[in-house]
T-cell receptor, first 113, second 111 residues
Framework: NAGVTQTPKFRILKIGQSMTLQCTQD?????MYWYRQDPGMGLKLIYY???????DKGEVPNGYNVSRSTTEDFPLRLELAAPSQTSVYFC????????????FGPGTRLTVL | GEDVEQSLFLSVREGDSSVINCTYT??????LYWYKQEPGAGLQLLTY?????DMKQDQRLTVLLNKKDKHLSLRIADTQTGDSAIYFC???????????FGQGTELSVKP
């Protein structure tokens, strides 16, 4: 199993540009999550999904959109990038049937200039 | 609301024990977790404890849970330089599988 994979690893965007951060998991987990981590801070939940076709807002959803058309994929879209979105983005997945441990991807480091 | 607090920094000498502390507010949490983040990497689950347990030991790691005080600690015995990382405490929130993370404790191990 590859676990949770994220692409790209790094990206620099100009203000106003758009991009999609990709996340894929091969563990057949129902739950998937997007977090952002700012320097010296913990992780803040952006959006989460409890299964294909179902998404919900987390703590900091403004400026982002998500979709979940399959169990495996949970892309995060930034429509109009702003400097405040400079952060490291982590995708995670979990299976509520067990201990609900969340497994994290390696992260995407995004800089908006 | 739900909140998790940790101290930001801890420095120890190689071979000593490290104790990282965490307080949380949601008394209905079912699981509490410790994650480790090495520089430039994602979070890796170290261990977890179910809320009806007081203690859990896993090799060099000991987790203590005081439900009355809503206090969780992680003890690392015989701390090594490879243990240098940021350690996050997390509680399972009351909405689905969401986790609430602390700010992270940066552990520095000096030779």
């Amino acid at each position: 199993n590859a676990g949770v994979t994220q692409t790209p690893k790094f990206r620099i965007l100009k203000i106003g540009q758009s991009m999609t951060l990709q996340c894929t998991q091969d563990m057949n987990h129902n739950y998937m999550y997007w977090y952002r981590q700012d320097p010296g801070m913990g992780l803040k939940l952006i959006y989460y999904s409890v299964g294909a076709g179902i998404t919900d807002k987390g703590e900091v959803p403004n400026g982002y959109n998500v979709s979940r058309s399959t169990t495996e994929d949970f892309p995060l879209r930034l429509e109009l990038a702003a400097p405040s979105q400079t952060s490291v983005y982590f995708c995670a997945s979990s299976d509520l049937a067990t201990t609900d441990t969340q497994y994290f991807g390696p992260g995407t480091r995004l800089t908006v200039l | 609301g739900e909140d998790v607090e940790q101290s930001l920094f801890l420095s120890v000498r190689e071979g000593d024990s490290s104790v990282i502390n965490c307080t949380y507010t949601d008394s209905s949490s079912t699981y509490l977790y410790w994650y480790k983040q090495e520089p430039g990497a994602g979070l890796q689950l170290l261990t977890y404890i179910f809320s009806n347990m007081d203690m859990k030991q896993d090799q060099r790691l000991t987790v203590l849970l005081n439900k009355k005080d809503k206090h969780l600690s992680l003890r690392i015995a015989d701390t090594q330089t490879g243990d240098s990382a940021i350690y996050f405490c997390a509680e399972k929130g009351n909405q689905g599988g969401k986790l609430i993370f602390g700010q992270g404790t940066e552990l520095s191990v000096k030779p």
